[in-house]
């Protein structure tokens, strides 16, 4: 079955770290791209971050988070990352994994994982 | 960063109605725009990309058009399984890759 699943969500406090994965199966995961989008709590979508699936990777941030989180991934254990430190309240939401579809900037998602849940709370 | 706006935030409507949700782009976009489907508590679900070419296994009763900076998203006769939120999201002059806050259906 093609799927991704999201792990490593929970709750931390203003300023610590956390580590979220994403693992990949049913298909050629070195051969795609990847991206983090964030959902806050009953709002809408936002892209967070890019990773490229090329030897010499390209990354891209939004801004919001730029300085603060970083992307990765590993092509042999089929799985992404995103290390996110300093965290905010305002990071508190359901973090999905994205497949990419495309070339940037023409690029778009379609595959999505399940979520995983970060509350930033004291 | 281009802005997406979306038109209605939330519309009721009856099963087998004819509903158009409406996607406005702050500059624009050259149909570089896909939607999504979300159900509660579920992904998102890609349904069309290049704003009007409908991605495998979404029924025929989805259907996209628009251009420049306004779009639309049209659900030809609106079944129970289609209560969800819909985004749409840019892909023109990226990144960032920007969606719209969402338009909530709900069946009467």
């Known amino acids: 079955e093609v799927q991704l699943v999201e792990s490593g969500g929970g709750l931390v406090q203003p300023g610590g770290s956390l580590r979220l994965s994403c693992e990949a199966s049913g298909f050629a995961f070195s051969g795609y791209t990847m991206s983090w989008v964030r959902q806050a709590p009953g709002t809408g979508l936002e892209w967070v971050s890019y990773i490229s699936n090329s030897r010499s990777v390209t990354i891209y941030y939004a801004d919001s988070v730029k300085g603060r989180f970083t992307i990765s991934r590993d092509n042999v254990k089929n799985s992404l990352y995103l290390q996110m430190n300093s965290l905010r309240d305002e990071d508190t939401a359901v973090y999905y994994c994205?497949?990419?579809?495309?070339?940037?900037?023409?690029?778009?998602?379609?595959?999505w994982g399940q979520g995983t849940l970060v509350t930033v709370s004291s | 960063d281009i802005q997406m706006t979306q038109s209605p935030s939330s519309l009721s409507a009856s099963v087998g109605d004819r509903v158009t949700l409406t996607c406005r782009a702050s500059?624009?976009?050259?149909?570089?725009l896909v939607w999504y489907q979300q159900r509660p508590g579920k992904a998102p679900k890609l349904l069309l990309f290049a704003a009007s070419r409908v991605q495998s296994g979404v029924p025929s009763r989805f259907s996209g058009s628009g251009s420049g900076t306004d779009y639309t998203l049209t659900i030809s006769s609106l079944q129970p399984e289609d209560a969800a939120t819909y985004y749409c999201?840019?892909?023109?002059?990226?990144?960032?890759?920007?969606f719209g806050q969402g338009t909530k259906v709900e069946i009467k």
């Open positions: 999201q840019q892909y023109y002059n990226t990144p960032p890759w920007t």
């Open positions: 500059q624009g976009i050259r149909n570089s």
């Open positions: 994205a497949r990419g579809v495309g070339a940037v900037p023409e690029y778009y998602f379609d595959l």
